[in-house]
């Protein structure tokens, strides 16, 4: 598959941004790297496997996951703990490491932008494949490297991240800044993006309750890549990645994502598959204190 010009992505992407112009809330987009404004709820507990499935050209082929634990401990203050893990075939299997992430979102009222601040600690190994996001000069070559080569480095990175959110006319427009600083070492700050659209089927719900109706689907597109260092800010020697996104509400179930994602040059994975399996517990803290009553 010829990998889609670079330039092309980025015109596409922002020309179906600006058609949109831009407020309506709607349910949690479903992007696999791009934050848009949505919170969780006070007291709510929401579990996810997420999953990445690729064959890198001159590498083994893998499958990612990662167990999400999502809390809303406030209105304005979502925490979330990440434990991942990945299987290399013709390789191992192996645990690479945790993130605890923290979103903080200083005006609760929507607005025509909606501002969110994430900062995130990493202890992780270079054997991780989880994709949760793409910084610096991360590439293909990163995933040619033994499971035994590649976990014997662990970094402790500091992630910072400004999202910017909007919805309007049922759209959900966002775009986040990313920037990693490793811990252990002394290297420079590196830097990423994501940008994602979305909007659900249908905007106004049956009459009657169904599983397989338009407003229970959500589609768009996403878009994330390296932004380069602080000393080599910029695309070259970078990665891209572009995609749809569907995202499947099963009332009173799980929600399901799925992304077929295609890498837009030659330092990125060709193609991959992107799944996530997602449960809500709605005050999960009143539910174990009545469970002991």
């Not at 997420?50 to 990612?64: C, D, E, I, L, R």
């Not at 500091?158 to 811990?183: Q, V, Y």
């Not at 009332?251 to 994975?269: C, E, K, M, Q, V």
Request: a negative charge.
């Amino acid at each position: 598959m010829n990998p889609i010009p670079l330039k092309q992505a980025f015109a596409s992407l922002f020309l179906a941004l600006f058609a949109l112009g831009v407020a309506c809330a709607a349910q949690e987009p479903p992007y696999f790297v791009t934050y848009s404004h949505s919170m969780e709820e006070p007291g709510n507990l929401e579990i996810s496997f997420k999953g990445v499935q690729a064959s890198p050209k001159n590498a083994n082929s893998f499958v990612s996951e990662t167990m999400e634990l999502e809390y809303g401990a406030q209105a304005w203050w979502t925490t979330e703990l990440y434990l991942s893990g990945q299987h290399t075939s013709h390789d191992s299997t192996i645990f690479t490491g945790y993130r605890w992430e923290n979103r903080f979102r200083p005006l609760m009222r929507e607005h025509f932008i909606n501002p969110v601040l994430y900062v995130e600690f990493e202890h992780v190994s270079f054997a991780d494949k989880s994709l949760l996001e793409v910084t610096g000069h991360d590439s293909i070559f990163d995933y040619q490297l033994s499971n035994a080569q590649a976990r014997s480095e662990v970094e402790k990175s500091l992630e910072l991240k400004l999202i910017l959110s909007s919805n309007t006319h049922g759209w959900n427009i966002s775009e986040n800044f990313i920037a990693e600083k490793d811990l252990n070492e002394p290297e420079p700050w590196e830097f990423g993006y994501a940008l994602a659209v979305s909007r659900p089927f249908a905007l106004s719900a049956r009459s009657r309750a169904c599983v397989f109706c338009r407003e229970n689907f959500t589609g768009g597109l996403e878009l994330y890549g390296g932004l380069g260092t602080l000393e080599g800010f910029g695309l070259r020697a970078t990665s891209h990645y572009l995609g749809p996104v569907v995202g499947f509400n099963i009332p009173s179930g799980p929600t399901i994502n799925f992304a077929p994602t295609i890498g837009l040059n030659d330092n990125s994975i060709g193609f991959a598959y992107r799944f996530t399996v997602s449960y809500e517990i709605q005050q999960i803290f009143g539910r174990i204190h009545g469970a002991f009553r």
